[in-house]
């Protein structure tokens, strides 16, 4: 890939340290731009190739799941988005999103010391907490039902304090500064992810069943008991807290656990069961964020 780093040369050079002349070739960082997953969208309709990888200081558009929008404050965050062309049919996709979140805790874990949780489908988590938000954003190849291109993109609260962020989410947000009591290294933290995202990607046709299990160890899910949300009534999360029991689309749960297939296995009051689908729900604890 030709030379496109606009700016962030230091970055650049950084990174070198860690992975390398060549693997650099196709890492990309910005000062600013709308958003990490919308640039490498671009990218990847020309010729970018699998692992192509755009890191920015600062989102002004930052996207999150369900249509929602994600805070990207300047020189806190590691905002970042990673090209993947997986050889998976478009039902398995929903794994690409559960590995990825497997690949940002072991890197976390080395990098910054700290013991991450995911709370399902793919938010990371400290001291019950989200630090860290995952969007994998698919487009279908030419062949029925399967993927062409995965665009992971991965939003890290790195350095932030809490009047960095919005009032309204402030209550369900940290800081890997703010756990672990010390700034972190942005570009250490994007290195390991990369080299995390790497090895996931050369072996994501072979045995996966090791990250299944890491999913399972990282999961904070198991016996909560939860709201359980589907996508039409999605407005926001005040609306959750303030009056769950007027919203016929709002259910209560005990999750059973995840089942191997990434889904998230619930039991409502009546009884019933159901494993439900990343793409259509969102979870909330009983008494807030988990
Ligand atoms: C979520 O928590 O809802 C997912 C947030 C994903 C945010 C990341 S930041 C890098 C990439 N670019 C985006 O616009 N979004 C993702």
Not at 240 to 256: E, N, Q, S, W, Y
Not at 258 to 282: H, M, P
Request: hydrophobic share 35%; with cysteine; net charge negative.
């Amino acid at each position: 890939m030709t030379e496109i780093n606009t700016g962030q040369t230091e970055h650049i050079d950084m990174l070198k340290d860690f992975l390398g002349e060549e693997r650099i070739k196709n890492i990309i960082c910005l000062e600013s731009t709308g958003s990490t997953n919308l640039f490498l969208k671009d990218l990847s309709k020309d010729s970018a190739t699998q692992g192509t990888v755009v890191i920015a200081d600062e989102q002004t558009k930052g996207r999150g799941r369900l249509g929602r929008s994600f805070e990207s404050p300047k020189d806190k965050g590691l905002y970042m988005s990673y090209l993947m062309k997986p050889k998976v049919s478009a039902e398995n996709a929903v794994r690409i999103t559960a590995w990825t979140a497997v690949a940002v805790c072991n890197a976390v874990k080395t990098v910054c010391k700290a013991d991450p949780g995911i709370k399902w489908v793919n938010d990371l988590i400290l001291s019950g907490k989200k630090f860290c938000g995952i969007l994998c954003e698919m487009s279908l190849g030419e062949k029925k039902g399967q993927i062409s291109d995965v665009i992971a993109g991965i939003g890290i609260n790195v350095n932030g304090d809490i009047n960095d962020l919005s009032e309204d989410i402030r209550y369900k947000a940290t800081s890997l500064k703010a756990e672990t009591g010390r700034a972190q290294d942005r570009i250490r933290l994007a290195a390991e992810i990369i080299k995390e995202l790497d090895s996931m990607c050369l072996r994501s046709s072979g045995k996966t069943e090791d990250y299944l299990k890491a999913y399972k160890k990282y999961s904070i899910m198991q016996d909560k008991e939860v709201y359980v949300r589907k996508t039409e009534a999605i407005r926001g999360d005040n609306d959750l807290i303030r009056d769950p029991g007027k919203d016929d689309l709002l259910k209560h749960a005990h999750v059973i656990g995840i089942n191997d297939d990434f889904s998230l296995l619930v039991r409502y009051d009546d009884g019933s069961t159901e494993s439900l689908d990343s793409g259509e729900v969102s979870i909330r604890g009983m008494h807030g964020y988990i």
